[in-house]
Structure formats: structure tokens, C-alpha cells
């Protein structure tokens, strides 16, 4: 039997198995891409509700139902000195689904207070209008961050001079409903490719501030390597006698145990807690802090020789001059010293 849960992500189909479906029988499968709704063998198609469409097997239950997501909805504002041709396209655009009318601008300086209070998504200027015109809008706003622009115009003679503004497109009046509806589809697009580039630019300043170096793009970031990102370890609380003390993992030298207390020795000095080797190591962070003995923990970091000793052991002496041991049972962790 051919089923469309075989298209489904794993933790859904698990779901399913495990018999752990909402009371109505269906699951509902969110696609970014409509295209991988398809799922194999055969099927029904059904509609429904608010867009929604789901495909279900003939020859079995539970119904599989796919959500495509909802539109982000465009706001518009209309610049234009015509009422009529204002109104026209307002008429035009609420037909539309996905769109809706920010504002109306009837002349330029109109245009650019109102782009910057309302910070609409896009904009349909007109080129010709007395005073400031389209082209003059984009001038006084070319230093900001400008919304989509579609240039609305009589003459095709402006389309050379709206590219090279970086209009996203241009609309002859009368406009005609297809070329709005391609038109729109352009805007869709740019704008979903800002929107991936600003959220690009703020991930690399992230970044940024974590390696303490600018990062201008994703292979700088490769080329100087993940591992140059700063972590915030937490502290390691040590209590005693009701004080207690935060001690950086980073500057933990090394630990032993002394019968059931921890000697945590870090700066020079040495705390003491009351802690098994196993509850405390896993609280410290494996990529520098390595048990090498079933009474010792050292910072990997802090080694500066290794001498090896009899019955494959070796000697680790660290910075500070202090020397522990590695035992035979954890050889392993010699690639960690490597």
C-alpha cells in the first residue's frame, strides 16, 4: 500500500505510528515550498477553507492535510497628482489579495513624508508630477532604506531611467491587470531577497560581536573558522561554609579528588567541594576540561609536557610546573593533547 506519509518529515510519521494524532484524525504539514506538498501514490485532492487544500490516501486514514502559509501581506502607497488615476489603481489593488493600501501621496514631498512615517513595502509612483517628480522622490530618499518602488507612467521613454534608479519595475498607464499581477510577483521577489540579506547582515554582526572581529561575510567566517567563536561558559559554583565562589572554567588549572571532596585548583589557589569526579565532570565543558585519571580532571590547555612513564602511562606537567598522571584507562584521551 502506497502512503503519503512516506513524505512526511520523521517526527510527524512517528507520531502516526505511535498512534499520537490530534482527535479529528488529521495532521496538519506546514510547506515552505508549495511544491513539496506533492506526495506519491494515489491520491484525492480535496479544498477547503481559507486557501487550504489537502491530499489524502484512497485507501487509508488518517487524512493528511497540507497548509500552504499564508502571504505576507504588501503595504502600498499610492503617489500620483491624479485623483483619478489614484483612485483607479486603488480599485485595481483591492481586488488583489495580499495587498493592502498604506496611503495616497498626491505630489512629491507628500510621497517622501510619507514614506518615511509609514515605511510601506512598496510604493506605485508616478514619474510625471509637477514640482518634485518620481524621480526626485527616490534622490531625496536614496541615502534611507527605500521600499520596492513601481514607477507608474504615460511614456514608455522613462522605463531606461526607472532601471537605472533601481525600480524594481515600471507600469504604463493604462496599466493592464497582467503586467500588474507580474509586476507585483518582481516585488514579492526582491523583497524576500532583502529580507534574507538583512537577516544575513544581522547574523554576521552576531557573530561578529561573539568573535570580538568584524565578519563581512559568510566565507570570511569559513575561512576563519568556527572555532573563533567565544562561548560564555557558566561559572563553576563552589560553596562553603555558606560562602560562595565563581570560579571561570577557563581558569581551572586541574582537579583532584580527595576522598569525597574535589580539590579545584584555578589561579593559584585551591577550592574545595563536596562532589563525586562523575557529578562534576559533567558539568564541566569536555573541549578543554579532560578526566585523564579516576581522580584528576586537567585543562588540556594548561599542559605544556607530556613524559611518557611505564605500562603506558605518561606525566603531564602543566604551566604552573604541577605534574599529574594519565593512567592506561583513559590512553584515549591522548588525542585531546595532540
Not at 507585483?184 to 561573539?210: C, I, T, Y
Amino acid at each position: 500500500m502506497v502512503s503519503c506519509l512516506s513524505a512526511l518529515p520523521a517526527a510527524v510519521f512517528e507520531s502516526h505510528r505511535a498512534g499520537r494524532l490530534p482527535r479529528d484524525g488529521t495532521v496538519r504539514v506546514l510547506f515552505t515550498d508549495p511544491a513539496t506538498a506533492r506526495a506519491p501514490g494515489p491520491m484525492a485532492t480535496h479544498g477547503g477553507p481559507g486557501g487550504d487544500h489537502w491530499t489524502e490516501d484512497v485507501a487509508t486514514s488518517p487524512r493528511i492535510r497540507v497548509s500552504t502559509p499564508p502571504t505576507k501581506t504588501l503595504q502600498a502607497l499610492i503617489v500620483d497628482d491624479e485623483a483619478l488615476a489614484r483612485r483607479g489603481l486603488k480599485h485595481r489593488l483591492k481586488s488583489i489579495d495580499g495587498v493592502s493600501i498604506a496611503g495616497e501621496a498626491c505630489n512629491g514631498r507628500e510621497a517622501v513624508a510619507m514614506i518615511r512615517e509609514l515605511s510601506p513595502d512598496l510604493v506605485f509612483l508616478d514619474i510625471q508630477m509637477p514640482g518634485m517628480n518620481g524621480f526626485d522622490v527616490i534622490r531625496e530618499l536614496q541615502s534611507e532604506d527605500l521600499p520596492a518602488i513601481l514607477f507608474v507612467t504615460a511614456y514608455d521613454e522613462y522605463a531606461i531611467d526607472a532601471f537605472e534608479v533601481n525600480a524594481v519595475d515600471y507600469l504604463l498607464k493604462p496599466i493592464d491587470d497582467q503586467r500588474l499581477d507580474r509586476a507585483l510577483s518582481k516585488v514579492r521577489e526582491r523583497l524576500g531577497r532583502r529580507r534574507a540579506q538583512s537577516q544575513k547582515n544581522l547574523l554576521l554582526k552576531l557573530l561578529g560581536e561573539l568573535t570580538g572581529e568584524p565578519i563581512a561575510s559568510v566565507s570570511d567566517l569559513e575561512r576563519r573558522g568556527m572555532n573563533r567563536i567565544k562561548r560564555e561558559l557558566p561559572k563553576l559554583a563552589i560553596r562553603d561554609a555558606g560562602k560562595t565562589t565563581w570560579v571561570r572554567q577557563e581558569d581551572i588549572e586541574w582537579v583532584d579528588a580527595a576522598g569525597d571532596y574535589m580539590c579545584v585548583h584555578a589561579l593559584g589557589e585551591t577550592h574545595i567541594m563536596r562532589k563525586t569526579m562523575k557529578e562534576l565532570e559533567r558539568e564541566l565543558d569536555a573541549d578543554f576540561l579532560q578526566r585523564i585519571h579516576r581522580s584528576t580532571i586537567v585543562n588540556i590547555n594548561c599542559v605544556k609536557e607530556m613524559q611518557s612513564h611505564i605500562n603506558g602511562e605518561y606525566f603531564l606537567t602543566l604551566e604552573s610546573g604541577h605534574t599529574v598522571k594519565l593512567s592506561r584507562t583513559y590512553k584515549e584521551k591522548l588525542k585531546f593533547l595532540q
